[in-house]
């Protein structure tokens, strides 16, 4: 059974950094991709940055974050990361780790999520 947990949300000023966590397990030797979506309230849930397991080559990042958050992770499979930095109140919403098998569809149809970590930027 696949399990997904994400951590490390929380409060921060304008202009802050916060490192999310994604602990998986039970992903088996396929290929997957794997990153972080973010869903704040009254709007639809968008990919902020993805990557392949089996592909340093490949990575999605969503043009508002650009150049402010990066997603890492030594063994994809088993740990994941979002770094971000110069955080704005733009920023705010649940952030969740997902996972699937690689198709040919990298932003949709995501099978497998944890349960969400709060991002929350304000003065």
């Known amino acids: 059974e696949v399990e997904l947990v994400d951590s490390g949300g929380g409060s921060v000023q304008p202009g802050g950094s916060l490192t999310l966590s994604c602990t998986a397990s039970g992903l088996s030797t396929a290929s997957y991709y794997m990153g972080w979506f973010r869903q704040a309230p009254g709007r639809q849930r968008e990919a902020v940055a993805l990557?392949?397991?089996?592909?340093?080559?490949?990575?999605y990042t969503l043009d508002t974050v650009k150049g402010r958050f990066t997603v890492s992770g030594d063994n994809p499979k088993n740990s994941l990361f979002l770094h971000m930095t110069n955080l704005q109140p733009g920023d705010t919403a649940t952030y969740y780790c997902?996972?699937?098998?690689?198709?040919?569809?990298?932003?949709?149809?995501?099978?497998?999520w944890g349960k969400g970590t709060q991002v929350t930027v304000s003065s």
């Open positions: 990557i392949r397991t089996d592909s340093n080559a490949w990575t």
């Open positions: 997902a996972a699937k098998v690689r198709d040919n569809r990298p932003l949709m149809t995501y099978s497998h």
